[in-house]
T-cell receptor
Framework: DTAVSQTPKYLVTQMGNDKSIKCEQNLGHDTMYWYKQDSKKFLKIMFSYNNKELIINETVPNRFSPKSPDKAHLNLHINSLELGDSAVYFC?????????????FGSGTQLSVL | EDQVTQSPEALRLQEGESSSLNCSYTVSGLRGLFWYRQDPGKGPEFLFTLYSAGEEKEKERLKATLTKKESFLHITAPKPEDSATYLCAVQAGTNAGKSTFGDGTTLTVKP
C-alpha cells in the first residue's frame, strides 16, 4: 500500500489551462503539504494543512489554490497555467505538523506547461 | 530567513571509495536537521534526524553528524545502489512543520 499517493504522475498542458493534482495519505497523519521542486532539485514549501486548516501559505501566486476536504486528502488546483509553473510537485504528510517531524513524500507530479 | 547550502553539487565515486557530503545551515533556533534520499522519479525518503550539535546517527554505510553550523553525511565503502540525490533540510523553532531544503548533492557510484 502506498502511504502517500498523488495523481497524475505526469501532466502536460497548454498555457492558460486550469489543472488539478490530487493527493491522498493513508498514514493517519494530521498534516499535509505541497512542495515544488524545480529543475535544480530545489524543494520549496508552498502550503500546509493541519486537520483541514491552512497553516502555512508561502508566497505563492493566488492562481494556486489548495483544498483539503478531509485530513487524508489535499488537492492542488492551478488556474491559468504559465510556463514558469513547469516543475515537479510533491505532496507530503507528517504526523502532527510540529517541529522535528519527518516528512513522507508522494512520488511527485511532473507538470509541463507548453 | 533560514538557509541551507549543500556541497558538492555532484559527486562521482568508485565503488568502495569513501567520502562525505556537506550541509551548511543558517537558522534561528535549530529544532532539527534532516537527511533525505531521493531516487530519480521518486519523492524524497527519510534517512536521519539530528537534533543537537555532537549528535551522530548511522544506518548501514551512512553516518550523519551535526555541528552548530553544518552537518556531514559520511558514506563508507559506497555501492552503486547508494547512487541518488541526498537532500538536507532544517526546521527552526519559529516555523512549526516547515522544512527548508538545500539543493541536494547528486551522488554517482561507479562499479
Amino acid at each position: 500500500d502506498t502511504a502517500v499517493s498523488q495523481t497524475p504522475k505526469y501532466l502536460v498542458t497548454q498555457m492558460g489551462n486550469d489543472k488539478s493534482i490530487k493527493c491522498e495519505q493513508n498514514l493517519g497523519h494530521d498534516t499535509m503539504y505541497w512542495y515544488k521542486q524545480d529543475s535544480k532539485k530545489f524543494l520549496k514549501i508552498m502550503f500546509s494543512y493541519n486537520n483541514k486548516e491552512l497553516i502555512i501559505n508561502e508566497t505563492v501566486p493566488n492562481r494556486f489554490s489548495p483544498k483539503s476536504p478531509d485530513k487524508a486528502h489535499l488537492n492542488l488546483h492551478i488556474n491559468s497555467l504559465e510556463l514558469g509553473d513547469s516543475a515537479v510537485y510533491f505532496c507530503a504528510s507528517s504526523a502532527q505538523g510540529t517541529t522535528n517531524e519527518k516528512l513522507f513524500f508522494g512520488s511527485g507530479t511532473q507538470l509541463s506547461v507548453l | 530567513e533560514d538557509q541551507v547550502t549543500q556541497s558538492p553539487e555532484a559527486l562521482r565515486l568508485q565503488e568502495g571509495e569513501s567520502s562525505s557530503l556537506n550541509c551548511s545551515y543558517t537558522v534561528s533556533g535549530l529544532r532539527g536537521l534532516f537527511w533525505y534520499r531521493q531516487d530519480p522519479g521518486k519523492g524524497p525518503e527519510f534517512l536521519f534526524t539530528l537534533y543537537s550539535a555532537g549528535e551522530e546517527k548511522e544506518k548501514e554505510r551512512l553516518k550523519a553528524t551535526l555541528t552548530k553550523k553544518e552537518s556531514f553525511l559520511h558514506i563508507t565503502a559506497p555501492k552503486p545502489e547508494d547512487s541518488a540525490t541526498y537532500l538536507c533540510a532544517v526546521q527552526a523553532g519559529t516555523n512549526a512543520g516547515k522544512s527548508t531544503f538545500g539543493d541536494g548533492t547528486t551522488l554517482t557510484v561507479k562499479p
